[in-house]
């Protein structure tokens, strides 16, 4: 028998853990979402997530624990998750930073988790579906650590804040965009929009080039979209002569967090609305989703002046693995061109997993009403597994010349979780790519008679010296990986080591 008692109540700071063997919690902070733990054995407790406004939907964890023992084995069940399908079932791991380890060997975020399980349980919704419960161990590395778990990297409005006033400061990176609000969020964030774009010269007017849309985060939870979308800013802005070409030539406006307000406050879906913001696109409200209804007439004013080439929103996916795309069906094929190269410069990029069918779901979303209403083919969703990518598999051995017998296959590589650095290269990849198409005919972009030309000129000067073999080179795009790779830490994650309140 075990005294079951709570420990930590986000609404009720009177909680307070009461044996000298409590851990002890706290959400509070930017991003965090951890309502209340309770502690129902030795070493197990119970935690309840604050689930979104009105549909009390929740899978995004983010919140510290402290007072642990060194090695001792923990079990955590979070008891009000609320998809049916979950990565948790198909190896999927947590999350841990933790302050020793980070100050003692410098190792960041890494996976953890032993025994995970993702089932359901008999508490139900306010629609009636039961609720599911992710259960983990974790030993903790050291003894009264501070200790933060958290579903995918964390990416919080700060970060992207530093961010973006980091590349201002930058004298080569702040002459290569401008930023502007795009509007005020229902909570007063600003909700930035940048034009990254070379300046203008006789003949080569910003007004008169074509141009890119590209969003994220507008699913606070899906932190995985943010680092996507920070790396293709970093190569946008970079000193690359690709990235030059591609300022000379267009115009990228890059809005990289739709939802702020949802972000700051811990959500997985919604916005401060109590509303999913991308099933608003077919008519926002100014007041009530004025990011969606902001962007929406931005979108709309480009394509009037004849100027929109695409749009691509960035996700985070909880139920499939690899990267993949979601596009409209055309009535050519046009669609699946550009993810199709995109899969074959890609190594984590899956173009058996993208689709291009549209559910009645998804009829109010901003890939599908740019596509129907703004009339662009290329419309599309960038989507990242909070899991990881199918490891490339080597090809079947060949037969034996003299014996023609067949030797065993080699047993399959381990499939492999995402660090940030991958979804960072991601991005670099998905803007390479696009540089890239704009040469085919299968594009339809109109481009500058010497565009191609300067683009593979840029590439020559970009590719990397001389000492890497092709060998080297496709092993490392292959990015074929042991076991160890599941446990690599997320290289520059930000964390708050004294956390305070979020703004509300």
Known sequence: WFPVHSVYDDMDR????????????ESRFESGNLWKAVRIGESEYNLVLRPDLTTGGCLWFYFLTQNMAKNFTYTFNLVNLYKERSMYSSGLRPLLWSEQEYEGTGRGWHRVGD?????????????????????????????????????????????????????????????????????????????????????????????????????GRVHPGESNASWMVKGMIQFLTG????????????????????????????????????????????????????????????????????RLLCYIDVHGHSTKRNVFMYGCTGSDGREKCFPRLFGERCPNFSFKDCRFDVDRSKENTGRVVVYREVGILHS????????????????????????????????????????????????TDMIQALAEYATLSDSGWRVSPDYAQHLQDARARDAPGPGASVLDLYLASLKVISKERADQESPGARILTNPAPPPR
């Open 14 to 25: 009177d909680v307070q853990p009461t044996m000298p063997s409590d851990l002890m919690f």
């Open 115 to 215: 025994n995970i399980s993702y089932t359901e349980n008999s508490t139900r919704r306010k629609n009636g579906n039961n609720h599911y419960t992710l259960s983990f161990q974790v030993r903790f590395p050291h003894g009264n650590d501070t200790a933060f778990l958290a579903m995918c990297f964390p990416y919080t409005y700060t970060d992207l804040q530093d961010f973006l006033v980091g590349l201002e400061k930058d004298e080569t990176s702040s002459a290569t965009f401008t930023r502007s609000e795009l509007c005020r969020t229902i909570g007063g964030n600003r909700c930035d929009l940048l034009e990254i774009t070379a300046p203008p010269k006789p003949g080569n007017q910003i007004t008169d080039r074509q141009c890119f849309v590209i969003s």
């Open 239 to 306: 000193e690359g002569h690709v990235a030059r070409v591609l300022r000379e030539q267009f115009v990228f406006y890059v809005a990289p967090m739709l939802n702020p307000d949802g972000v700051v406050n811990g959500f997985y879906r919604v916005s401060l609305s109590g509303q999913d913001l991308n099933r608003q696109w077919s008519d926002p409200g100014k007041s009530t989703h004025p990011t969606i209804y902001s962007l929406k007439n931005f979108v709309k004013g480009l394509n009037d002046e004849g």
């Open 380 to 427: 599309f969703t960038l989507e990242a597994s909070f899991c990881g990518a199918e490891a490339p598999q080597p090809p079947p051995p060949s037969p034996d010349i003299r014996t023609g017998t067949v030797p065993p296959a080699p047993p399959p590589l381990p499939s492999y979780h995402f660090n940030s650095e991958d979804l960072e290269q991601v991005g």
